[in-house]
Structure formats: C-alpha cells, structure tokens
C-alpha cells in the first residue's frame, strides 16, 4: 500500500508560481513512476507530467516549458514546479505513483488557483 500526501497549492496571480510536492509512503519509492494529474471544474482529469523511476520526463503539450517535474528519492518525494501560471492552470493537482507490476495510487489533491 502507498500513501501519498500533496502539498503546495495556494492562491497565485497570473505570471506566478508555485512548487507542489508529494510526499510518498512506501519502502520502494524509487522504484515507482510517478506523475501530476489536475482537474479542474467540470472537466474530466488530465494528465500533466510524469518522471520514470530513471528521471525521464515528459510534458502535456500545454505546460511544456513551463512546469518542471522532478523526484527526490531520498525523500520519497515529487515536485512540480510551476512557472509562468495562467488562469487556465486553475485546478485540483493529484499525485500519482504506478508501482511495477502493480496498482496506482492517488493523492487526495492540492488546490491551484490563478487569477487573471
């Protein structure tokens, strides 16, 4: 079983940023994938980034260059960070590890708020 816990998320203006962490339970942290999802009001959830257990990332199309994930697994822990924030980037941000030939596990989620 593996826990995850997001922090982070707050009120920023447009142009902001903000760093959001998941603190992950679990003796194998990094042996897991582990990527950002949001969603936001009425629309279905998105994926935004992912980092493989060798640190390969990859982006959504619309926070590439923007956003930056990264993982420390001497703290069990992945970090988004946030550049250049847009309203559109107002959502609820999930964490998720996939665990090798298992389960994926979910956060209870942060929430981001932009304002224009």
């Known amino acids: 079983q593996v826990q995850l816990v997001e922090s982070g998320g707050g009120f920023v203006q447009a142009g902001g940023s903000l760093r959001l962490a998941c603190v992950a339970t679990?003796?194998?942290?990094?042996?897991?994938?582990m990527g950002w999802y949001r969603q936001a009001p009425g629309k279905p959830r998105e994926w935004v980034a992912s980092?493989?257990?060798?640190?390969?990332?990859s982006y959504a199309p619309s926070v590439r260059g923007r956003f930056s994930i990264s993982r420390e697994n001497g703290r069990s822990t992945v970090f988004l960070q946030m550049n250049s924030l847009k309203p559109e980037d107002t959502a609820v941000y999930y964490c998720k590890a996939s665990v090798p030939l298992g389960d994926d596990y979910w956060g209870q989620g942060t929430q981001v708020t932009v304002s224009s």
């Open positions: 980092i493989t257990r060798r640190g390969d990332q």
């Open positions: 679990g003796r194998a942290f990094s042996n897991y994938a």
